[in-house]
């Protein structure tokens, strides 16, 4: 999952497209799964970087929600070369980020059911 955040800085998305050739205009969009708008596209013709197995694109992500999911779709001529999950948030530090933090409650049942839990 890639993880954006809230904030009109250059931000950078690490993505290993299904194909990939220079000279070629990729169109990124970037839609909301809560609202099913698209809320950034962009072309980019020999922007992407190669670094080590992924390619890299930098870009003003303006238009992203904290707390919300987002789908990628990078598309050349028509075809999706990329799709994936975006998660905007503006925690810190990323690394220990968990969006079930604090939010775990116990099930209480007079069910035959046995819970097992750690």
Not at 57 to 80: A, C, H, M, P, V
């Amino acid at each position: 999952m890639i993880i954006l955040r809230d904030v009109n800085t250059l931000q950078t998305i690490k993505v290993i497209p299904r194909e990939y050739s220079t000279n070629t205009t990729y169109a990124v969009n970037i839609t909301s799964d809560s609202e099913n708008k698209n809320v950034y596209s962009h072309n980019f013709t020999d922007e992407f970087t190669l670094d080590k197995y992924w390619y890299q694109f930098s870009d003003f992500f303006t238009g992203l929600e904290e707390n919300n999911f987002y789908t990628l779709s990078i598309t050349r001529y028509q075809k999706e070369v990329f799709r994936g999950r975006i998660f905007c948030t503006n925690q810190s530090p990323i690394s220990t980020f968990t969006v079930n933090s604090g939010e775990y409650t116990t099930t209480t049942s007079t069910n035959e059911f046995i819970f097992y839990e750690a």
